[in-house]
């Protein structure tokens, strides 16, 4: 299983508001974990990469997409930080084979999705 994990920053704050987790199996494909902070927090790296990747390990063993974004609050959040990147919308926090974007495919050193 490999890990890898990004931070997103608010272009606002500058402040890491949104850490993602990708995880790829052999077997499975791979997951994607998001935690989002809100902008009055104070972000705590460790924090969000245990959340994201708890999120993600969730997708894999349950083989589903699930915890839809559903407060405005943290759909502004991912909003703010992932239009930059990609034209892909982030809706759940947990994802089972999640369409990569370009730009976790270059986190990931060009890998393309399995």
């Not at 993600?56 to 990147?85: F, S």
């Amino acid at each position: 299983m490999k890990e890898y994990f990004y931070y997103l920053r608010c272009p606002d704050t500058n402040k890491p508001i949104v850490t993602v987790c990708l995880i790829g199996t052999r077997h499975s494909g791979w997951s994607r974990g998001v935690a989002i902070c809100s902008e009055q927090d104070n972000p705590i790296k460790k924090k969000g990469k245990s959340i994201a990747r708890g999120r993600a390990i969730k997708a894999i063993r349950c083989c589903t997409t699930e915890d839809r974004v559903l407060t405005t609050r943290g759909i502004d959040q991912l909003r703010k930080v992932t239009t930059a990147i990609s034209p892909y919308k982030f809706s759940f926090k947990s994802a089972y084979r999640p369409p990569i974007t370009m730009y976790e495919s270059k986190i990931m050193g060009g890998l393309n999705d399995r």
